[in-house]
């Protein structure tokens, strides 16, 4: 079956790095939906404000090939599980799946009707393809059990170091503490000895990591 | 994107006719997922049983087109509602999004490895583009609103006229009870001179619906 995207995700992840490894973290980051012709109407959208959460099921826009088996970071990178087990993009479709929260509809002149959502994992300019109402009687299940996930405790203090803040937008602070107390080093590193650098909402961030405190070094505007 | 299905979902309902308006109903209906080569093998489903839940996306086999606005039959089918707001098959991409709860994982020698799962709402033969783990601490939003849906309650009484039971096997019988208990008539229809009838599991059932109880008339073997 041939899928088009209906949408784009826009926000300020314009790389992986600092993507909350799954949907419903980083609260305080809002990823615009950008609807693509002919879906670009308010008709499409009528009665949405309804709901309180949304489903997307979206592309993963690396090039994946799947594998049977792969080494979920949650697991240490260690054990092999199978590919159907876990949330990989290693998948035979390469489709993703994230609940978020419905913050607002907008009416732009530009873009048409635009959704304000918060709790998205999704990198700047990711394809999306549904959009569905999240239905609590039949997708809330208080009573599932969570496999391997709960293993390994992620998180850490976040501190900025002095002098990084100023000048900052406050909002632009608060998404960056929500983005790093989840400790968005590659699974595996560990190295307090190390500067980790990556690119956010138009900012190049350096911080490095010991003792579980994050400290951040340097906050600058990119060009 | 062009996707393929891995799977196919293989179960009792032969026509659209029963199948539960949403996944987790009818829990006593059980569901194989019969995998495709080359997902058909044991290592990609390696851990799976850890879960409770899985989710299956999954595609409308009926051949749909979109419309920008649906009359979902919770809102009597008078209302019109964006599609986007609704799990309308009606969508531009016919992707469908359902959790059901993870029973066995079947070693089979004819079929290899077959999952074994409740409360699908899908019809026999429905292709099955991915299978993800139900991840409680993202997915279960115990604070999600409802919308429109909590609007309308389904259901009817059901009772089984006499002689229409003998010689039925009773997990047939309790699986047409949990059918037939959530009023499977279409939409808006509501005579209580009408027989209804449809296939499930190889049987003919004939019934009727007066007064919030539903009267199964006839059960009979398909040939």
Redesign the interface.
């Given at each position: 079956?041939?899928?088009?995207p209906?949408a784009f995700a826009r926000n300020g992840y314009s790389s992986k790095f600092g993507i909350p490894r799954?949907?419903?973290?980083a609260d305080s980051v809002l990823t615009r939906i950008v609807f693509t012709e002919p879906?670009r109407?308010?008709?499409?959208?009528?009665?949405?404000e309804?709901?309180?959460?949304l489903?997307l099921?979206w592309?993963f826009s690396e090039n994946t090939t799947w594998s049977?088996?792969v080494r979920p970071p949650r697991l240490g990178g260690n054990s092999?599980?199978?590919?159907?087990?876990?949330?990989s993009p290693f998948?035979?479709?390469?489709?993703g799946?994230s609940?978020v929260k419905l913050i607002k509809v907008e009416h732009t002149a530009s873009e048409g009707t635009v959704l304000l959502v918060s709790g998205a994992d999704l990198m700047d300019r990711t394809?999306i393809?549904?959009?569905?109402?999240?239905?609590?009687?039949?997708?809330?299940?208080?009573?599932?059990?969570?496999?391997?996930?709960?293993n390994t405790d992620y998180g850490v203090e976040v501190c900025f170091a002095q002098g990084t803040t100023d000048g900052i937008d406050p909002s632009v602070l608060r998404q960056l503490h929500d983005i790093l107390k989840e400790d968005p080093r590659p699974a595996y590193h560990d190295d307090p000895q190390r500067d980790y650098r990556f690119e956010y909402g138009g900012y190049h961030i350096v911080f490095s990591v010991s003792q579980g405190v994050l400290t951040v070094k340097k906050i600058e505007k990119t060009k």
């Open positions: 079956m041939e899928i088009s209906i799954q949907s419903g973290r879906y109407q308010a008709e499409a959208l009528r009665g949405i309804q709901w309180s959460h489903w099921i592309g049977p088996t092999r599980v199978g590919v159907f087990a876990t949330r998948r035979p479709n390469a489709l799946l609940s394809p393809y549904d959009i569905k109402p999240y239905l609590p009687y039949t997708d809330a299940h208080a009573d599932a059990t969570n496999g391997f996930a709960h």
